[in-house]
């Protein structure tokens, strides 16, 4: 997700912001964006960066891991977003998806860097989490514990890591572990994991698994304000609110969309808290048929509902395809509402002998 550098502090709500035409129509397109600070470094100063995206790509589980598994199929894709104020942007959301025949575990995870160096971020963390995971002695017995301590030990050689920023960079983070019939899920701001179960032959319901992160919510905002720091959304010109966001109790920085993260050592002063929320979710509960899994940054979920996605990955033969359509849908919901991308990633894993209308 894009780094934003606004050249005058945002105002609470009930304040009005001045400034001339094209910095108010910059700051509207970049309202849903991550972070909002009154730091004047240019944006996208580091260089230009001409990768290309992750390709869509699809796997059956392999056959160590068959055998009762309850994955069928999974595939992921990671696309750039498109921001008109910053023709260098570089893509900051980051995929893995990662099997273990070991312990017949399928690893997803999907992260949502920001600020100014949070496609390093997220990079840093995926080149080197999947390999910390499977070789964590508790692995095999205690997910739990494998996965907390992994990603403490990321963040910390992260924070370590001289060449990248991390007082104002850092990135969002969700992850499942599928071994036998349970999910293991850690969630560490506003990226999202949900399932869809079947209702009839045509029809499906979908179910969060992860809780988002947001600043607003009772016990996080009574954590960051306990820390000294505030609460509190920008209010801009044309009368529309963004989202809450976290700042220091005497700054107007960092301005963070979301209340954990990993990263960000300033917004982590002012009660922000890369503690991983976990969830343990055991697949097709009151025998219930479990159908679809879908994981993904905001950049899918920020226009589209649970269910909306779940009823076009439904409608969808294989994975990919969902994980297309779905990318599509939502890139024309963002250019269509805000005149901006955002990065969007996204993960679809069709579980038990799920088809399209099968």
Same mark, same amino acid.
């Given at each position: 997700?894009?780094?934003?550098?606004?050249?005058?502090?945002?105002?609470?709500?009930?304040?009005?912001?001045?400034?001339?035409?094209?910095?108010?129509?910059?700051?509207?397109?970049?309202? &849903?964006?991550? *972070?909002?600070?009154?730091?004047?470094?240019?944006?996208?100063?580091?260089?230009?960066?001409?990768?290309?995206?992750?390709?869509?790509?699809?796997?059956?589980?392999?056959?160590?891991?068959?055998?009762?598994?309850?994955? !069928?199929?999974?595939?992921?894709?990671? /696309? @750039?977003?498109?921001?008109?104020?910053?023709?260098?942007?570089?893509?900051?959301?980051?995929?893995?998806?990662? #099997?273990?025949?070991?312990?017949?575990?399928?690893?997803?995870?999907?992260?949502?860097?920001?600020?100014?160096?949070?496609?390093?971020?997220?990079?840093?963390? /995926?080149? /080197?989490?999947?390999?910390? $995971?499977?070789?964590?002695?508790?692995?095999?017995?205690?997910? /739990?514990?494998?996965?907390?301590?992994?990603?403490?030990?990321?963040?910390?050689? $992260?924070?370590?890591?001289?060449?990248?920023?991390?007082?104002?960079?850092?990135?969002? +983070?969700?992850?499942?572990?599928?071994?036998?019939?349970?999910?293991?899920?850690?969630?560490?701001?506003?990226? &999202?994991?949900?399932?869809?179960?079947?209702?009839?032959?045509?029809?499906?319901?979908? #179910?969060?698994?992860?809780?988002?992160?947001?600043? %607003?919510?009772?016990?996080?905002?009574?954590?960051?304000?306990?820390?000294?720091?505030?609460?509190?959304?920008?209010?801009?010109?044309?009368?529309?609110?963004?989202?809450?966001?976290?700042?220091?109790?005497?700054?107007?920085?960092?301005?963070?969309?979301?209340?954990?993260?990993?990263?960000?050592?300033?917004?982590?002063?002012?009660? *922000?808290?890369?503690?991983?929320? +976990?969830?343990?979710? %055991?697949?097709?509960? !009151?025998?219930?048929?479990? $159908?679809? =899994?879908?994981?993904?940054?905001?950049?899918?979920?920020?226009?589209?509902?649970?269910?909306?996605?779940?009823?076009?990955?439904?409608?969808?033969?294989?994975?990919?395809?969902?994980?297309? @359509? =779905?990318?599509?849908?939502?890139?024309? &919901?963002?250019?269509?509402?805000?005149? *901006?991308?955002?990065?969007?990633? *996204?993960?679809?894993? +069709?579980?038990?002998?799920?088809?399209?209308?099968?």
């Amino acid at each position: 997700k894009n780094s934003i550098y606004i050249m005058s502090s945002p105002k609470p709500k009930g304040n009005s912001t001045t400034g001339n035409t094209t910095q108010d129509d910059i700051n509207q397109q970049r309202r &849903r964006l991550s *972070v909002l600070n009154d730091n004047k470094l240019a944006e996208a100063i580091d260089g230009v960066n001409i990768d290309d995206d992750v390709p869509t790509t699809q796997s059956k589980p392999n056959p160590p891991s068959s055998g009762g598994f309850i994955v !069928n199929s999974y595939g992921g894709y990671s /696309k @750039k977003g498109y921001a008109p104020y910053n023709p260098k942007k570089k893509n900051q959301d980051a995929l893995i998806m990662q #099997e273990d025949p070991k312990t017949r575990s399928l690893f997803l995870c999907v992260m949502d860097g920001h600020g100014e160096d949070g496609d390093k971020v997220s990079q840093n963390i /995926k080149s /080197k989490l999947s390999n910390y $995971l499977f070789k964590h002695k508790s692995f095999a017995t205690d997910i /739990k514990t494998a996965l907390a301590e992994c990603i403490a030990r990321c963040e910390t050689e $992260l924070i370590r890591e001289p060449s990248i920023e991390t007082d104002f960079s850092g990135t969002t +983070f969700t992850c499942a572990v599928i071994r036998g019939n349970r999910c293991t899920c850690a969630n560490i701001g506003d990226s &999202r994991t949900t399932i869809a179960y079947r209702t009839s032959k045509t029809t499906c319901v979908a #179910e969060q698994i992860t809780e988002d992160h947001k600043p %607003d919510l009772p016990a996080e905002k009574a954590r960051i304000e306990a820390k000294g720091g505030r609460v509190f959304a920008v209010e801009y010109d044309d009368g529309v609110d963004g989202p809450m966001r976290v700042w220091l109790g005497n700054m107007d920085v960092p301005g963070l969309a979301m209340s954990r993260s990993l990263g960000d050592a300033i917004a982590h002063t002012a009660g *922000v808290s890369s503690e991983p929320e +976990f969830t343990e979710y %055991d697949f097709n509960p !009151n025998n219930r048929e479990d $159908l679809i =899994l879908v994981m993904a940054s905001d950049g899918l979920w920020e226009f589209m509902t649970d269910q909306e996605v779940m009823d076009i990955a439904f409608n969808c033969t294989e994975p990919r395809y969902a994980v297309d @359509k =779905l990318i599509s849908e939502s890139n024309e &919901r963002w250019m269509k509402e805000e005149q *901006v991308i955002d990065d969007t990633t *996204v993960c679809v894993v +069709f579980l038990n002998s799920f088809m399209a209308n099968g």
